[in-house]
């Protein structure tokens, strides 16, 4: 991280069990924080205020490891030159301090994505910052780390309304909202500065202009940054007049007093996906904005990513541009990033860069990636539902030569699921993946070549996939009970071969992630709670019924060895069974029965404790190459739909 220039990580880390010692001192149990805390592969939205208990508690020997670790982090950071940022209290408080403090003024929020509001899991509670508890507990938090920790960078991150909506939306209440949540790192930390996610003016339609004036406003000028989280598609810096003169960070993210975001990915979601033209100028024309008072506002220029193993070269260009002084020329870069990522010079390798510059990494139609393909996101519909008209992807030129994406609409959506999104011709891709290919005999003892090898493959067989699908949906609305049978066989044996594809990089299997969770256990019950957790995460999490999927279905869906083998091909296969009996009996296709069989299987596979290889087998080379012959090589000159 130091390395690419990043000095202003956060440092979240151990943070239970600060506020174990916290909450004791405001006479809550141990035992009472069980059911506040969230398990350890759900701990970000605990903290955020969206859940509590789901996946936990917490086992004493995690909080003291976590603290540890923790300590060792941030010496290192400041060792490195870095400035560490703390967490500091949004209002997020245990049910239990109602109980001790029975006229403090607590609300209960509301749901967050459970099935039936089970308050099991959601409508965590908040303490109104109007409160005087609020300043005692904000300021106590932050004087626990001090002594924890021996030092601090005095800047602590707080987002009390992340995806939770304010109760009133009174501009003087927003005002001394913001204003309290100040006072209570202050009064620990007189250098202190709040640095603020602004995730909530983009989420949430609450925060229109007096709003956010309000909450922006409510803390002296340099003591609040804003983090413009998601400014390589949507810059809310732009059209806020600069968060109305309040400094921040370009994220994607810059340091300054508001810092531009590239946020770029959703729960390490594996997409190849980018907008590299935006990324590479996006950060300098905020600087050089109209706007005389930009240069002072914009403090930097950063990364908000919910998971970072994927797309390396919008990570590459990305920490690069704390660096640039005038716009990037992304051909030219391309260009030299193909023979730093190799290497070596290789003319059908940049060729292929060239392409997926344009295309992959060209996504200019402004709607955000969260992968949705059928594979690794399944629909949970009645098949004649699905709407099989698609949307033409075709392209389009300014007056400088450079590829714009236009959509031609051939019937409006209906659909009650998320159509995988395509933004790009897939004939160019599958060329490009071509000229990979013909680069692998120079190349192939290059792991970085092999990793990028077996994802455009990946890429491109994905997308067939989703083709393959809808195709098989058009034969069951047809009522041709053997195309369903030949399509769903060819989708399932697809699936199988990807497995096959993803085993060859260790960056593309299920093993280590398991396997990573369950070495942080001191015993056996603590590897099941952390396994199943791990397998939760990536699957389906909180609450179902037994016809009722969760609404968090494959929020964190992989393209992992391992996982399709085990859980995404069977899935699949269910729902074609269902399709087939459909067919065979003259009768609707069972959407009960489907789902009650598929929830299971989940549920099953969740608390299942069979072993995942952590080591990669097989050549990607000789495997990219057989799986283009089987499948793509007759499909390069043919352009999918977008879907």
């Not at 109104?128 to 800047?155: C, N």
């Not at 003016?201 to 804003?226: C, E, N």
């Not at 539902?385 to 019937?411: C, F, M, P, W």
């Not at 044996?493 to 369950?518: N, R």
């Amino acid at each position: 991280m130091a390395l690419q220039g990043i000095n202003l990580p956060l440092a979240f880390t151990g943070q239970e069990a600060i506020w174990q010692k916290v909450f004791k001192n405001f006479n809550i149990s141990t035992s009472s924080l069980d059911d506040f805390f969230g398990g350890p592969a759900f701990l970000a939205w605990s903290r955020m205020g969206n859940l509590h208990k789901w996946g936990g508690p917490l086992p004493q020997s995690w909080l003291d490891q976590q603290l540890i670790l923790q300590k060792k982090i941030l010496a290192r950071m400041y060792e490195l030159g870095m400035t560490p940022v703390l967490p500091s209290f949004s209002g997020n408080v245990p049910a239990a301090l109602k109980h001790v403090f029975p006229s403090a003024k607590i609300s209960r929020l509301g749901n967050w994505f459970t099935v039936n509001s089970d308050p099991r899991w959601c409508c965590t509670y908040l303490l109104d910052a109007t409160d005087p508890l609020f300043v005692k507990i904000g300021k106590t938090f932050i004087e626990q780390q001090l002594k924890e920790y021996g030092r601090s960078s005095h800047i602590y991150n707080c987002d009390t309304f992340d995806e939770n909506t304010p109760p009133v939306d009174d501009p003087e209440y927003i005002s001394s909202l913001g204003a309290t949540i100040f006072e209570g790192m202050q009064r620990a930390d007189s250098d202190a500065v709040w640095l603020m996610q602004g995730w909530l003016f983009t989420y949430d339609p609450f925060w229109r202009p007096t709003q956010m004036k309000a909450l922006l406003h409510s803390v002296p000028l340099g003591k609040l940054i804003v983090l413009d989280l998601y400014a390589e598609v949507k810059q809310i810096w732009a059209t806020s007049k600069q968060f109305y003169g309040t400094p921040y960070i370009w994220k994607s993210c810059f340091l300054f007093h508001y810092l531009r975001c590239m946020l770029h990915n959703f729960a390490g979601n594996i997409e190849m996906y980018g907008v590299l033209d935006a990324v590479g100028s996006g950060p300098v024309e905020a600087r050089i904005s109209d706007n005389s008072t930009m240069a002072s506002l914009v403090v930097g220029v950063g990364m908000s990513m919910e998971g970072i193993e994927q797309n390396p070269v919008v990570y590459d260009l990305m920490s690069e541009m704390a660096f640039q002084h005038r716009p990037v020329d992304g051909k030219a870069w391309i260009d030299l990033y193909s023979r730093r990522r190799y290497g070596r010079f290789v003319q059908p390798m940049q060729d292929a860069w060239n392409i997926l510059y344009h295309t992959i990494y060209n996504c200019t139609d402004g709607a955000y990636d969260k992968n949705r393909d059928v594979i690794v996101a399944f629909p949970d519909v009645d098949p004649k539902s699905i709407s099989t008209q698609q949307t033409v992807v075709n392209y389009t030129h300014d007056q400088y030569g450079k590829l714009y994406l236009r959509r031609a609409t051939l019937e409006e959506p209906n659909d009650s699921y998320d159509k995988p999104h395509l933004w790009y011709s897939t004939s160019d891709v599958i060329h490009a993946l071509k000229l990979f290919l013909e680069s692998g005999y120079q190349l192939s003892d290059s792991s970085t070549y092999r990793y990028d090898l077996i994802d455009l493959t990946r890429q491109a067989l994905s997308k067939y996939a989703n083709k393959l699908f809808l195709d098989a949906i058009d034969a069951y609305k047809l009522d041709d009970l053997h195309a369903v049978a030949h399509l769903s066989q060819k989708f399932l044996g697809l699936v199988e071969d990807m497995d096959i594809l993803l085993g060859c990089h260790d960056g593309f299997l299920l093993g280590p992630w398991i396997e990573s969770a369950k070495k942080l256990a001191q015993d056996e019950d603590q590897k099941r709670q952390f396994e199943w957790n791990a397998r939760t995460q990536i699957t389906m999490w909180f609450d179902n019924t037994v016809e009722e999927a969760s609404l968090l279905r494959d929020y964190g869906n992989k393209y992992w060895s391992g996982l399709l083998r085990d859980y995404y091909g069977p899935r699949a296969a269910i729902y074609f069974k269902y399709m087939i009996e459909s067919l065979e009996g003259g009768h609707g296709f069972n959407l009960r029965a489907w789902r009650r069989e598929w929830i299971k299987l989940t549920n099953s596979w969740q608390s299942s404790r069979n072993v995942f290889p952590v080591k990669s087998t097989g050549d990607a080379l000789n495997v990219s190459q057989w799986l283009f012959e089987k499948y793509l090589q007759d499909l390069g000159s043919h352009d999918q739909q977008a879907s």
